[in-house]
């Protein structure tokens, strides 16, 4: 006991030491519950595609809050555990342990097998939302341009097209499989609707596609998430999910409009420099 200590003090301190380490193991507990049983702060799927990537960031977070609470706890257990007793003369040391094999391996081995399942993990994922179905029950040609989006019907023969001044809607039949065929005009953009939980970029010359089988009605926005201009923030449309006899009903009203001379059916043209635009 230092001269002028208290009696008892050195007690309290030490378990309020404990209690500090336990409220911060409380706090990571807590998190690993609402990890499990919540979406770790990830938006309600409204796809197919996303539930499989909100599955997959579950098991990523779990597994970041597991190590973390593992490595705080080592972190406390080490520093309250070894640290200087008060009987000890500064500036001496403890024994120095130089080297421990078997620990070593053992810390080097498990981060590398956590990586590779995490890893195995992530592709399995990534090959799910990115096998396509042999056949798409609506096709929709995407096509972002600065800054705008046009969305054809190509075996409808409708086109939906909008900037940044009048935004435009995709509309979707929910349960169906929708291939997306997307094109830029331009530059690189890229199709973001944050409910679906999965993007794709869209890339000048390169002809990408994408799934999606929507299962919530509604409408969701969707933006590009690619840096694209000075109007970048601007470029937005809305994905409407709609009953397929609704989705019908909006072909049919659609297919009564003159949609207009357009561009190449077969490419996303020049549309941004197009004077007639039809916008839902």
């Known amino acids: 006991m230092l001269a002028g200590e208290i009696p008892g003090n050195h007690a309290l301190r030490r378990h309020s030491h404990w209690k500090?380490?336990?409220?911060?193991?409380?706090?990571?507990?807590?998190?690993?519950?609402?990890?499990?049983?919540?979406?770790?702060?990830?938006?309600?799927?409204?796809?197919?595609?996303?539930?499989?990537?909100?599955?997959?960031?579950?098991?990523?977070?779990?597994?970041?809050?597991?190590?973390?609470?593992?490595?705080?706890?080592?972190?406390?257990?080490?520093?309250?555990r070894y640290r200087r007793p008060k009987a000890t003369p500064a500036g001496q040391l403890p024994r120095q342990t130089r080297a421990n094999v078997?620990?070593?391996?053992?810390?080097?081995?498990?981060p590398l097998v956590i990586v590779a399942m995490l890893f195995g993990l992530t592709m399995r994922t990534q090959n799910r939302i990115r096998d396509e179905s042999d056949t798409?029950?609506?096709?929709?040609?995407?096509?972002?341009?600065?800054?705008?989006?046009?969305?054809?019907?190509?075996?409808?023969?409708?086109?939906?097209?909008g900037d940044a001044n009048a935004p435009p809607t995709l509309v979707v039949p929910v349960g169906a499989n929708v291939r997306l065929r997307l094109l830029?005009?331009?530059v690189i953009h890229s199709f973001f609707v944050p409910a679906f939980l999965v993007k794709q970029d869209m890339i000048p010359g390169v002809d990408n596609s994408l799934d999606i089988r929507p299962t919530a009605l509604g409408r969701f926005p969707g933006v590009c998430a690619e840096f694209c201009g000075l109007d970048h923030w601007r470029m937005?449309?809305?994905?409407?999910?709609?009953?397929?006899?609704?989705?019908?009903?909006?072909?049919?009203?659609?297919?009564?409009?003159?949609?207009?001379?357009?561009?190449?059916?077969?490419?996303?043209?020049?549309?941004?420099?197009?004077?007639?635009?039809?916008?839902?």
């Open 184 to 186: 830029a005009a331009d």
């Open 102 to 110: 078997p620990l070593e391996v053992f810390y080097t081995v498990i």
């Open 136 to 161: 798409a029950e609506v096709s929709v040609e995407v096509t972002g341009f600065q800054w705008g989006w046009r969305f054809r019907y190509p075996a409808q023969g409708v086109t939906v097209l």
């Open 20 to 80: 500090g380490a336990g409220l911060v193991l409380a706090l990571f507990g807590a998190l690993l519950v609402d990890t499990g049983c919540g979406r770790g702060g990830a938006p309600e799927p409204a796809s197919a595609q996303g539930e499989n990537v909100l599955d997959l960031w579950r098991i990523l977070l779990t597994a970041g809050v597991v190590l973390g609470v593992l490595v705080a706890a080592l972190i406390l257990w080490s520093v309250l």
């Open 236 to 280: 937005t449309f809305d994905v409407e999910v709609v009953e397929p006899a609704a989705f019908q009903a909006f072909i049919a009203e659609e297919q009564q409009v003159p949609q207009g001379p357009g561009p190449d059916p077969n490419g996303p043209g020049d549309i941004g420099r197009q004077a007639s635009v039809r916008v839902r």
